[in-house]
């Protein structure tokens, strides 16, 4: 596709629910970013892959965060038990490999009620 | 660990009116970026420096890169509403990249 294509848009999910937030990068993308940003904030670092292989995951913030990209292609980011601090944007971001230039898709807005 | 600062947090000034905006690293940056969000929407890419001491000229906005490489300003004349957002500096650790807290910017028709 054109450029990084993030689904839901719009989330709302009860406390305790399980989620699962989709990013279909930019095509031939090898690297591919997940974030969270808090309203107002930076965008935090969660995770990181090259193709399928999840090279940093220090940032994911508990062990109920969990993401995948089984293909290299399209990857997926879920939260299980979610609680009302994982309300935020979470960001998906891809790039070339070898450039430091990333492209963001709109977010998928998370809200724990 | 805060590897990057930026300052001020937030700017609320008058369309017209010119403003810098600053980002700082206790380390030195290989490059920076520069970078744009919108209420709503994703980061969006302004600029990348990579030289010490460069320039770099974007119509209205100038972004300048430390000589030591560890700080950038980014300069913008005549500010325009359309110029509010947050304005975010970014920098590569490791293959990841990491974003300052940014600076929440407001023109005010």
């Known amino acids: 596709g054109a450029g990084v294509s993030q689904s839901p848009r719009y989330k709302v999910a009860k406390r305790g629910q399980d989620v699962a937030l989709r990013c279909d990068p930019i095509?031939?993308?090898?690297?591919l970013f997940w974030y969270q940003q808090a309203l107002g904030q930076g965008p935090e670092f969660l995770t990181y892959f090259q193709n399928e292989a999840q090279l940093d995951k220090s940032g994911l913030p508990s062990d109920r965060f969990f993401a995948e990209r089984p293909e290299g292609s399209v990857s997926t980011l879920k939260i299980q038990r979610t609680q009302q601090e994982d309300s935020a944007v979470y960001l998906c971001?891809?790039?070339?490999?070898?450039?430091?230039?990333?492209?963001f898709g709109e977010g998928s807005w998370l809200t724990v009620v | 660990t805060q590897l990057l600062e930026q300052s001020p947090q937030f700017l609320s000034i008058q369309e017209g009116e010119n403003l810098t905006v600053y980002c700082n690293s206790s380390s030195v940056f290989s490059s920076l970026q520069w970078y744009r969000q919108e209420p709503g929407e994703g980061p969006v890419l302004l600029v990348t420096?990579?030289?010490?001491?460069e320039v770099k000229k974007l119509k209205r906005l100038t972004f300048q890169f430390g000589d030591a490489r560890k700080d950038s300003s980014l300069h913008i004349t005549a500010a325009q509403p359309g110029d509010t957002g947050l304005y975010l500096c970014?920098?590569?650790?490791?293959?990841?990249?990491?974003f300052g807290p940014g600076t929440s910017l407001s023109v005010i028709p």
């Open positions: 970014t920098k590569t650790s490791y293959d990841k990249v990491i």
């Open positions: 095509s031939g993308h090898v690297s």
């Open positions: 420096v990579v030289t010490g001491g």
């Open positions: 971001a891809s790039s070339l490999t070898g450039s430091h230039t990333i492209y």
